[in-house]
């Protein structure tokens, strides 16, 4: 009896986790959607003319927490 319920409630935490982790990667690309590359670029090069390309990655990061590394630093080869 005792198993069954273990397993009841697996399988019900397996269900929220998988509702919340949609949930989330929606949430995730709608933030994408709503931002802006163009600012987010101009942004890194206000940034590169002040610092080097690990501290303006870093803050351009900080500023839009949405961009991924490997996102930050593509955009910092188009600079």
């Known amino acids: 009896m005792s198993a069954l319920i273990i397993w009841v409630m697996g399988a019900v935490l397996l269900v929220i986790n998988i509702m919340l982790r949609t949930q989330i990667l929606r949430l ?37 927490p949405e961009i991924s590394l490997i996102e930050a630093n593509r955009l910092w080869q188009k600079i």
């Open 28 to 64: 995730e690309a709608r933030l994408k959607a709503l931002s802006n590359p163009q600012e987010q670029l101009a942004f890194l090069r206000q940034q590169a003319a002040k610092k080097e390309k690990i501290a303006a990655i870093k803050s351009l990061r900080k500023q839009y």
